[in-house]
């Protein structure tokens, strides 16, 4: 899954080239703002390529429960990337990917080739987003404010 801006161009192509690679996979093209138009794909990837406009957490939550990896768009909202984490996507963001968008390509066949990797990376990210829920928040709030009083 692909969180898609259409001002990203290059990290879009890097994901397509990288599904073109992989015969069994499915991309799903993730809209967070209102229709803006639709990527251009080649056409042997237009049965495995979908496109989905969502805004909202709950409509995403089903979505992103069955996505395997997740790229955020390189200016998208940290939440839902968030989101991609709690559901357990190995979310793809390797240090460097906004000037080298072939990074995301090389992180999605290696995730692809590998299950444990994949599930290791996806177990990962979940557990790293347990630690963003606003209980987590106010857990380290208290203590600042503790610290404080101390």
Known sequence: MLEWRPAERPLTRAVVRALTRLERWELVFLRTKRLAGRPALPRPLRGRVHVRTLRDGTARA???????????????????????????????????????????????????????????????????????SFAAAAQDLDEVYRGLAG
């Open 62 to 132: 089903a979505l992103l429960n069955g996505a395997a990896v997740f790229v955020p768009a390189l200016d998208g909202l940290d939440r839902v990337s968030l989101e991609a984490a709690a559901a357990g996507a190995a979310v793809v963001s390797p240090p460097g990917v906004r000037e080298q968008p072939e990074l995301a390509a090389a992180a999605i066949l290696r995730l692809a080739e590998d299950d444990g990797y994949r599930q290791i990376e996806g177990e990962r990210a979940r557990a790293a987003a347990e630690t963003q």
